[in-house]
């Protein structure tokens, strides 16, 4: 999932402060991803069974997330905890936007059009708003629905 340029040694080059949050939403390809909250992924209640289904390292993937990780690890195992950390953002993320604090963030999104346009011309620019076909991102990537004809298309330039 991650791009050359991205890494983690890049993230410490960056300025201290940055969040692993906010360093990994800022990658080009991520604007579908809203920042979540810490307080959201602290809190045990709404990460309740995905430990279950995650099928990497939980614990390590969490402690990423938040910024409890010591990077002194070599690179393979660095890379491996990466994506498992950007996979478990995805599984959080998918449970933040069902909030009203996630469904005003990508509200917000939505109306300074983030997303793209309908190419369609008689939808006049409308909005456009990601969408999973499955729940498995293995098997179909994100889609783009347009609200106004409906339809579902495929993202032109997402990761």
């Not at 279950?52 to 938040?66: K, R």
Request: aromatic residues 10%.
């Amino acid at each position: 999932m991650s791009q050359e340029g991205t890494g983690i040694e890049d993230m410490e080059d960056d300025d201290m402060d940055t969040t692993w949050i906010k360093w990994f939403c800022d990658i080009p390809g991520n604007e579908f991803f809203c920042e979540v909250d810490k307080a959201f992924i602290e809190d045990s209640f709404n990460l309740f069974g995905i430990k279950q289904v995650f099928p990497h390292d939980y614990n390590s993937a969490l402690a990423t997330i938040l910024d409890r990780n010591d990077y002194d690890e070599d690179e393979s195992s660095e890379d491996g905890q990466q994506q498992a950390a950007e996979m478990l953002y995805g599984m959080i993320h998918a449970r933040f936007l069902l909030t009203g604090q996630g469904l005003v963030a990508m509200h917000r999104k939505y109306q300074e059009k983030v997303f793209g346009e309908c190419p369609r011309t008689c939808c006049n620019g409308q909005g456009v708003l990601p969408v999973g076909l499955s729940d498995d991102t293995s098997l179909t990537p994100v889609k783009l629905f347009c609200p106004k004809c409906r339809d579902i298309y495929n993202c032109p330039n997402h990761r």
